[in-house]
T-cell receptor, first 113, second 112 residues
Framework: DTAVSQTPKYLVTQMGNDKSIKCEQNLGHDTMYWYKQDSKKFLKIMFSYNNKELIINETVPNRFSPKSPDKAHLNLHINSLELGDSAVYFC????????????FGPGTRLTVL | QKEVEQNSGPLSVPEGAIASLNCTYSDRGSQSFFWYRQYSGKSPELIMFIYSNGDKEDGRFTAQLNKASQYVSLLIRDSQPSDSATYLCAVIRPRYNNDMRFGAGTRLTVKP
C-alpha cells in the first residue's frame, strides 16, 4: 500500500496553462505539506496543512493555491504557469507538525515549455 | 547566513569507512532535527531525527546534536555503496509555525 501518492508523476505543459497535482495519504496523519525541489535540488516548503487548516503559507505566488477537501488529501492548483515553475513538487505528511514530514510522495516533475 | 547549511560535497569515502555529514543552523529556537536520504530521481526518506543534545544511534547511523554550537551531524558506520545518495539536514522552527527548513544536501559517494 502506498503511504503518500501523487498524480501525475510527470506533467509537461505550455506557459500560461493551469494545472493541478493531487496528493493522498492513507496513514491517518494530521499534517500534509507541499514542497518544491528546484534544479539545484534545494527542497523548499510551500504550504502546510493540519486537519484541513492552512498552517504555513510561504512566500509563494498566489498563482499557487492548495486545497484540502479532507485531511487525507492536499491538492495543488497552479494558474498561469511560468517557466520558473518547472521543478519537482513533493507532497508529504506527518503525524503532527512537530514531527516533520515522515513520508514523502514520489514527486511530480513539472516541465513548463 | 542560510537557515540550514551543509557542505554540498561531493563527499567520497571508501566502502567500510565512516562517513561524517555535518550541518549547522542559524535559528537558536530550532527544536527538532532531521536527516533525510534522497537517491537520485527519488523522494526523500526520513533516516533519523534527534531532539536532545548528545548522540542517538540507530543501526549504522548515529545522529549528534550540539545546540550550543547549533550543529548537528550524521555518522554512517561501515559505509556501503548503497549509502551513496544526497543527505538532507532539516530543522523545525517553532517560532515560525513549526515550519521545516532543509539544507541544500550533501552528496555522498561510497566507493567499493
Amino acid at each position: 500500500d502506498t503511504a503518500v501518492s501523487q498524480t501525475p508523476k510527470y506533467l509537461v505543459t505550455q506557459m500560461g496553462n493551469d494545472k493541478s497535482i493531487k496528493c493522498e495519504q492513507n496513514l491517518g496523519h494530521d499534517t500534509m505539506y507541499w514542497y518544491k525541489q528546484d534544479s539545484k535540488k534545494f527542497l523548499k516548503i510551500m504550504f502546510s496543512y493540519n486537519n484541513k487548516e492552512l498552517i504555513i503559507n510561504e512566500t509563494v505566488p498566489n498563482r499557487f493555491s492548495p486545497k484540502s477537501p479532507d485531511k487525507a488529501h492536499l491538492n495543488l492548483h497552479i494558474n498561469s504557469l511560468e517557466l520558473g515553475d518547472s521543478a519537482v513538487y513533493f507532497c508529504a505528511s506527518s503525524q503532527d507538525g512537530l514531527a516533520g514530514p515522515g513520508f514523502f510522495g514520489p514527486g511530480t516533475r513539472l516541465t513548463v515549455l | 547566513q542560510k537557515e540550514v547549511e551543509q557542505n554540498s560535497g561531493p563527499l567520497s569515502v571508501p566502502e567500510g569507512a565512516i562517513a561524517s555529514l555535518n550541518c549547522t543552523y542559524s535559528d537558536r529556537g530550532s527544536q527538532s532535527f532531521f536527516w533525510y536520504r534522497q537517491y537520485s530521481g527519488k523522494s526523500p526518506e526520513l533516516i533519523m531525527f534527534i531532539y536532545s543534545n548528545g548522540d542517538k544511534e540507530d543501526g549504522r547511523f548515529t545522529a549528534q546534536l550540539n545546540k550550543a554550537s547549533q550543529y548537528v551531524s550524521l555518522l554512517i558506520r561501515d559505509s556501503q555503496p548503497s549509502d551513496s545518495a544526497t543527505y538532507l539536514c532539516a530543522v523545525i522552527r517553532p517560532r515560525y509555525n513549526n515550519d521545516m527548513r532543509f539544507g541544500a544536501g550533501t552528496r555522498l559517494t561510497v566507493k567499493p
